[in-house]
């Protein structure tokens, strides 16, 4: 296909272009088309909804025995692993992430689906403890219709996490990728097609979010929505559910503070928080944004972390010694920009970065640098609001009383890191900092084994886990009676035979 030619999309197990307005989908290093697509409108949410609801009730898959659907997951993950390069640098093309970050980010779609196979054919339901003359059992059927609505800064494995549970639970999903990172999710469903998934049960359908998330969520045959994205768009999310009495899954923004006591290892803590903050450009829900150095650390510290900083490379995703690539849209380097103006007006000052990179190799891209601002207190809006960006602010403490008032101050309670030698002290705080996961002496490590979310504003529910799965399941209790006799309530008797 050329590529001025728009790309088809899935709709109800159908490959066609959508209804809506068409749209490119650029390279944000160059601002170069990559692919023209039509979007998908609300008739095409309507045909993808509908045809999820009969393709769960009638394609089988619900009533397939778990390995059977476990065969078929472990078919995607073994197909996202031959076409494992292809994706990643379809993937560098979609956001602008380097090269090795997008290998990485593959690799991890491809085991959260082998994950899920996994947890779906050794999913145990249980025979509860007997309270009377019944045998009582407690097992989870599948829900029906799932909308899983993904954020741009990390396709495929974003998706990944939502899918997978989902059709593994024996659901059907509608997914709805970010406007602006379309590609992946249509190449997942062209992978599912190949693995023997069902027609309808999987539907793309890329476009704007206002109308189309908006459109998912309200519409009845949808029976759970999970969304990764911003706290406005997930609160109003969340609103509506409440009026459906429908359950939502919500990872949403954060403001993590990552902490170096005293006793820490410099060269440690010095790697972790760069790679906390700086990774991915900044467009991390996770990212390590605030940092709290104990004072009589704080000049030495602060000085080896400028010098590393200076020396991170900036530049084209596709070169593979680039550690950090351009930001995902000029609107967006806009808001990083203002953010930075906002804290220097707020009386913060520069340590690094803070203006566009300039010179032949960043004018067309949407690039910018590594940006540690100091001299702000935790109130300061830029120590409040999520930036989505390579900014770091630098606060000293003097005492963990201080210490962990600061780090809890915050609406969200996604993330935090600690770095220290002395285990208990590591933790006793990782206890009392409010958030939903707690690196020690590292950060930004993750594990599809191990449950992720956070709580306030950071979003409800959780992703990943063995028991992740169970979050696209309803639970059931069966009795099954016992008794010789009919229930005495009713004054009936029998002969039992000797």
Excluded at 119 to 124: G, I, R, V, Y
Excluded at 459 to 483: A, D, H
Aim: with cysteine; proline share 5%.
């Amino acid at each position: 296909m050329s590529i001025d030619s728009s790309l088809p999309i899935c709709i109800a197990g159908q490959w066609r272009l959508g209804r809506g307005e068409r749209y490119a989908s650029r390279y944000p290093a160059t601002g170069e088309v990559v692919a023209w697509l039509n979007a998908a409108d609300l008739q095409d949410v309507e045909d993808a909804i509908q045809g999820a609801h009969q393709a769960f009730l009638h394609s089988g898959w619900a009533q397939r025995k778990p390995h059977e659907r476990a065969a078929v997951l472990y078919r995607i993950a073994e197909l996202i692993r031959q076409h494992g390069e292809d994706l990643a640098q379809l993937q560098r093309q979609d956001n602008g992430k380097p090269i090795n970050e997008t290998r990485a980010l593959v690799a991890s779609a491809a085991g959260t689906f082998q994950f899920f196979a996994a947890a779906c054919e050794t999913l145990e339901e249980t025979i509860t403890p007997s309270r009377g003359d019944f045998v009582s059992m407690s097992l989870y059927e599948p829900m029906g219709v799932i909308a899983a609505i993904t954020p741009w800064n990390s396709p495929i494995t974003s998706e990944a996490q939502k899918v997978a549970p989902a059709l593994a639970a024996g659901n059907a999903v509608v997914l709805k990728p970010a406007e602006i990172t379309p590609l992946l999710a249509l190449q997942l469903a062209h992978i599912c097609d190949a693995a023997g998934l069902p027609k309808g049960l999987l539907s793309v359908l890329p476009g704007k979010g206002s109308l189309l998330g908006d459109a998912l969520t309200r519409h009845p045959l949808v029976k759970r929505v999970s969304f990764t994205g911003g706290t406005r768009t997930g609160k109003h999310i969340a609103h509506i559910a409440a009026d459906k009495m429908m359950p939502v899954s919500l990872e949403l923004g954060g403001k993590s503070p990552t902490i170096v006591l005293d006793d820490a290892d410099l060269e440690h803590a010095v790697a972790g928080v760069l790679y906390g903050v700086f990774s991915s450009s900044g467009e991390s829900c996770i990212a390590g944004s605030r940092l709290f150095v104990a004072q009589h650390l704080y000049d030495p510290f602060m000085q080896r972390l400028v010098d590393a900083a200076s020396q991170l490379r900036v530049g084209d995703p596709a070169d593979e010694r680039t550690q950090m690539g351009p930001l995902i849209s000029a609107e967006h380097r806009q808001s990083v920009e203002r953010y930075v103006a906002m804290g220097l007006a707020a009386g913060g000052c520069l340590r690094l970065g803070g203006e566009r990179l300039g010179g032949p190799a960043y004018e067309r891209g949407f690039y910018y640098p590594p940006t540690i601002l100091e001299g702000l207190s935790n109130r300061q809006q830029v120590c409040q609001e999520e930036i989505f960006g390579p900014v770091l602010v630098a606060l000293p403490f003097t005492d963990e009383a201080q210490l962990l008032e600061q780090a809890n101050d915050s609406l969200y309670a996604l993330a935090a890191g600690i770095w220290s030698r002395d285990y208990k002290r590591a933790w006793d705080l990782g206890r009392k900092l409010q958030a939903g996961t707690v690196w020690i002496n590292t950060y930004k490590q993750f594990s599809i084994s191990t449950p992720f979310g956070g709580w306030r504003d950071s979003g409800l529910g959780r992703e990943k886990g063995r028991l992740g799965i169970l979050q696209y399941m309803e639970q059931k209790s069966l009795y099954w009676g016992m008794n010789q006799q009919p229930l005495a309530w009713a004054g009936l008797s029998r002969e039992v035979a000797p």
